[in-house]
């Protein structure tokens, strides 16, 4: 019998549903996660499907590390940059932004200059660092805002000065933007001075 999704079941057989849900939301192998998706737990069910596909890409990897370990150095090195090169120009297509495979080439051969305002510097630095296996820091909203200034805040100003985001940062209670005088914009839990005074404790940007 083909496997079909929770959400197509609720709506073609919804006398069903409920049951269904149960069945694999209780099957020994599934995975439940601490999150919720609408009203309900969310949970993986591992169907046999995505089973035989996890063997087949283990072995495929299996493979691919033996012909690896096979390659010298510098093959390895040109095959992984090509990939890159490829992955990026790929991305870029798919989110409708215009890219060549020179032009990601002349970025990532002056990649040393920590400073560049060559275009997609910031993205390609971004993909190297995880090919390097080098950890982005993502602790704060100011964190996930500064590898947005990195990736795609220059192509937007060029595409339009408009769109610079405002200045005011982020409120650390709910990560939610905050206005130029340091207001949280959804009105969350505000931290008060001794007096009574209301402000928040945020990173500007």
Same mark, same amino acid.
């Given at each position: 019998?083909?496997?079909?999704?929770?959400?197509?079941?609720?709506?073609?057989?919804?006398?069903?549903?409920?049951?269904?849900?149960?069945?694999?939301?209780?099957?020994?192998?599934?995975?439940?996660?601490?999150?919720?998706? #609408? &009203?309900?737990? !969310?949970?993986?069910?591992?169907?046999? &499907? @995505?089973?035989?596909?996890?063997? +087949?890409?283990?072995?495929?990897?299996?493979?691919? $590390?033996?012909? $690896?370990?096979?390659?010298?150095?510098? !093959?390895?090195?040109?095959?992984?940059?090509?990939?890159?090169?490829?992955?990026?120009?790929?991305?870029?297509?798919?989110?409708?932004?215009?890219?060549? +495979?020179? &032009?990601?080439?002349?970025?990532?051969?002056?990649?040393?200059?920590?400073?560049?305002? $060559?275009?997609?510097? #910031?993205?390609?630095?971004?993909?190297? @660092?995880? @090919?390097?296996? !080098?950890?982005?820091?993502?602790?704060?909203?100011?964190?996930?805002?500064?590898?947005?200034?990195?990736?795609?805040? +220059?192509?937007?100003? &060029?595409?339009?000065?408009?769109?610079?985001?405002?200045?005011? /940062?982020?409120?650390?209670?709910?990560?939610?933007?905050?206005?130029?005088? #340091?207001?949280?914009?959804?009105?969350?839990?505000?931290?008060?001075?001794?007096?009574? !005074?209301?402000?928040?404790? /945020? $990173?500007?940007?």
């Amino acid at each position: 019998m083909q496997y079909e999704s929770l959400y197509k079941l609720r709506y073609k057989a919804p006398q069903d549903y409920e049951s269904i849900y149960q069945e694999r939301f209780s099957q020994q192998d599934t995975i439940h996660l601490d999150f919720m998706i #609408g &009203e309900h737990p !969310a949970f993986i069910c591992q169907s046999t &499907e @995505m089973l035989h596909m996890i063997i +087949r890409i283990h072995k495929a990897d299996k493979n691919i $590390r033996a012909l $690896r370990a096979k390659l010298p150095p510098v !093959a390895i090195g040109q095959f992984t940059m090509k990939c890159l090169i490829d992955e990026i120009v790929l991305t870029n297509k798919i989110e409708g932004v215009n890219s060549t +495979r020179k &032009e990601i080439t002349e970025v990532l051969e002056k990649l040393s200059e920590k400073k560049s305002d $060559r275009r997609f510097h #910031g993205l390609v630095m971004k993909y190297s @660092m995880l @090919m390097d296996c !080098a950890s982005l820091k993502l602790d704060t909203c100011q964190d996930v805002r500064d590898i947005y200034n990195d990736l795609v805040l +220059r192509e937007v100003i &060029e595409e339009d000065p408009h769109d610079f985001p405002e200045r005011g /940062g982020f409120c650390d209670q709910c990560c939610a933007k905050r206005d130029p005088s #340091g207001h949280c914009s959804r009105e969350c839990n505000p931290v008060r001075s001794a007096d009574g !005074a209301r402000f928040h404790q /945020g $990173r500007f940007h």
